[in-house]
């Protein structure tokens, strides 16, 4: 029988990538495949009021390092 590797759910609002975000993801893959669920740019300045400080495209390219 093959081992079937868990899918993790991780949502996060990530303007600029920090240590929590980090420690987050590495608890997470200790239960299995972590796939990251970003708030979008839109929803971010709506809830907070202000742009982020990167745009959702440069946190996805900073997370698939």
Do not use: W
């Not at 202000?50 to 959702?56: D, E, G, S, V, W």
């Amino acid at each position: 029988a093959l081992f079937k590797m868990k899918r993790i759910m991780v949502f996060m609002s990530a303007s600029l990538i920090h240590h929590g975000h980090v420690r987050l993801i590495k608890h997470a893959s200790e239960y299995g495949e972590v796939i990251i669920g970003l708030t979008t740019d839109d929803i971010i300045e709506l809830k907070k009021g202000y742009p982020q400080i990167c745009n959702t495209s440069i946190v996805k390219k900073c997370l698939k390092q």
